[in-house]
């Protein structure tokens, strides 16, 4: 899957996880550093909300993938949404 067009989110599930967010970019060869939340699923879902507005939108996550595919639902039920690793994907509606 290509991610020039998307927006990736990325979350250290209140930093119980490291994360390398350079190393990570460097791998996927991407051109904009990568972000990332403590609590995407919580305190920072905004985050998600606002990335559903303008563009696609492919989630890390795999506990937390109900909450996100909800959110992605009601922002917008056109929009193709990923949740997780090896996660199919996924049309609303």
């Not at 899957?1 to 996927?28: F, I």
């Not at 920072?44 to 992605?72: M, N, W, Y």
């Amino acid at each position: 899957m290509a991610l020039e067009d998307k927006t990736l989110k990325l979350c250290n599930c209140n930093k119980t996880m490291v994360l390398d967010a350079k190393a990570l970019a460097g791998a996927l060869k991407l051109k904009q550093p990568i972000q990332i939340h403590t609590e995407l699923c919580r305190k920072e879902v905004g985050s998600f909300e606002q990335a559903l507005k303008d563009q696609a939108c492919v989630v890390a996550c795999t506990q937390e993938a109900p909450l996100f595919s909800e959110v992605a639902e009601a922002a917008n039920g056109e929009r193709l949404v990923q949740v997780g690793r090896g996660a199919a994907d996924r049309r609303p509606g």
